[in-house]
Every structure is written in structure tokens, then in C-alpha cells.
């Protein structure tokens, strides 16, 4: 029930930051073509405030990093060791920056203890300050830490848990006590006048 309940947390909350992935992915582009990444990586910086984003960059076709949640990274190449992604994730996520690229598609991948999301989505660059024109195979990541908002809520659905078995058992004890006071207490009358016919005494008075 529990793994149940974490791959539905999983799925509900992917769906949810793909949304709000896809309108950084359009202000990011929108920025760029108007040459205004400054007041974007405002933007970019305000993210870390949301406790589950672990990083967020935007880089260009050669992974330089444009923008970032940290500006220490800007101008140096993407390092996804800085990031925070364990060294047996780092392929995977290169990997799904080249079939990003490749396909133009946005796409998404869980580590493989599922505490982290990583979102790749393709993006365009000017190919000069303030021009229209635009280069593709820039790309906007998006990693995710999941750790704390599924420790929540695994607390949420402990607390869900414990309430439902308490009321479950409250039932159980009414239903038990209602069984006794209108069939158990009838049986014990029956028997008693049957007792009572057997010797011949005059029934109980109901």
C-alpha cells in the first residue's frame, strides 16, 4: 500500500511541476529573444525558495551555463556534480540531454532510489544579443528533491492511517456492543423461558 501510495505521489507530482516547468521553459525563451536574461535570472535565483527544486539552469547548445538558481555557475560549464546528482546519475541525465537535443521533446528522469526528478527541456537561444533569430539545442534543467515532500507525505498518510484504524476499531466496539444489547440479550430471554416452560413455571413478565 505504501509503494502504491508513493508511485502515486510520484506521478501526481510530476504532472504538476511539469506545468510550471513549461512556463519557466516559455519566460526563459521569451527573456532570451529580448535579451533581458538579467531580470530572468532574478527569476532563475527566487527559485530556491521552493524547498524541492535542488537547481535550476538554462544553458546553451555547448552546456554553458546562461542562467542559474546559483550565480557562481554562470559562465562555467555545466557541471552536474555541482548540481548535487550522484555520479551514477550523471549519465542518465547526459543521456537524456542528447535525446532531448535530438528530439526537441521535453523529457523527465527519476534517480534510482526516486528521491530525485530531473526535467530536460529543449529551449532556443538568440544567435546574437537582441536578435530574433534563434539557435536551438539550448536546454533548461530542472532537478527536484523529493526527500522532504515525500517524508511529509508519508506523515500525512501515517496520520490518515492511525485515524482511519481508530475509527475502524470505534466501529468494531459500537457494532459489538449494539450486537449485544439486541440479539444477545433477546437469546438469553428465549432461554430463559424455555427454561422456565421445561419446569412448568409461568413465563417472565416481558
Do not use: C
Amino acid at each position: 500500500a505504501n509503494q502504491f501510495q508513493e508511485a502515486a505521489f510520484e506521478r501526481d507530482f510530476e504532472r504538476d511541476e511539469l506545468v510550471r516547468a513549461t512556463e519557466i521553459q516559455s519566460r526563459t525563451e521569451r527573456a532570451a529573444e529580448r535579451n533581458e536574461l538579467e531580470s530572468e535570472q532574478r527569476e532563475f535565483g527566487e527559485l530556491t525558495v521552493f524547498e524541492e527544486i535542488r537547481a535550476a539552469v538554462f544553458v546553451t547548445p555547448d552546456n554553458q551555463v546562461v542562467l542559474s538558481s546559483r550565480r557562481d555557475w554562470i559562465g562555467r560549464p555545466l557541471e552536474l556534480a555541482a548540481i548535487g546528482l550522484a555520479e551514477t546519475e550523471r549519465s542518465r541525465v547526459r543521456e537524456t540531454m542528447q535525446r532531448v537535443r535530438a528530439s526537441g521533446r521535453t523529457a523527465s528522469v527519476f534517480s534510482l532510489d526516486r528521491n530525485f526528478l530531473t526535467f530536460v527541456m529543449p529551449a532556443t537561444v538568440p544567435i546574437g544579443p537582441g536578435e530574433l533569430a534563434a539557435s536551438r539545442g539550448a536546454l533548461i534543467l530542472l532537478v527536484y528533491d523529493l526527500s522532504l515532500a515525500k517524508e511529509v507525505n508519508r506523515q500525512r498518510l501515517l496520520r490518515q492511517f492511525g485515524v482511519g484504524t481508530v475509527a475502524v476499531f470505534l466501529a468494531v466496539v459500537g457494532l459489538g456492543i449494539s450486537l449485544h444489547a439486541l440479539v444477545t440479550r433477546r437469546i438469553e430471554r428465549l432461554h430463559d423461558s424455555m427454561g422456565r416452560f421445561a419446569t412448568g413455571a409461568p413465563p417472565a413478565e416481558p
